[in-house]
């Protein structure tokens, strides 16, 4: 199974160790190509160094080419929201993982799309349960 891992890079690199170890447990149920969401060392000033369209590019190729995508939304990031939005359009098993932060609220447009699974959680062994969940549908 290919999977697409979504997180916040431009938006703030503040879960970074998060997006790593969901990244990891990812692994066991197939190749996640975009394992670099969880590189501490990519920043969000820096970028990848290969230029816009390209990230665009590949993004997009890897977003169609995979059968699910898995995304941490707690960190708002405009880029997360298009990719689920073009892996809604394209048909994509789509799961979106958040915690809650005080003053802070996961958009309505996500959340409140049935089609989308989303759920809140806690710490990491409480979002490895519902990744083992989801997977179980697939």
């Known amino acids: 199974m290919k999977i697409y891992f979504a997180g916040s890079i431009s938006g703030g690199r503040d879960d970074v160790k998060i997006y790593s170890e969901i990244i990891n447990y990812l692994k066991k149920y197939g190749e996640v190509l975009t394992e670099h969401v969880g590189d501490a060392h990519l920043s969000a000033e820096d970028g990848e160094g290969i230029g816009d369209k390209k990230i665009h590019d ?69 979002a490895k349960e519902v990744i083992d969940g989801f997977s179980s549908t697939l």
């Open 58 to 126: 590949r993004d997009m190729k890897w977003v169609l080419s995979s059968d699910i995508l898995v995304a941490e939304i707690t960190k708002p990031s405009l880029g997360v929201g298009y990719e689920i939005g073009r892996a809604f359009e394209n048909g994509k098993k789509i799961l979106c993982l958040y915690r809650k932060e005080d003053g802070k609220m996961v958009s309505p447009m996500i959340i409140g799309n049935d089609k989308i699974k989303s759920f809140c959680y806690s710490d990491l062994e409480e």
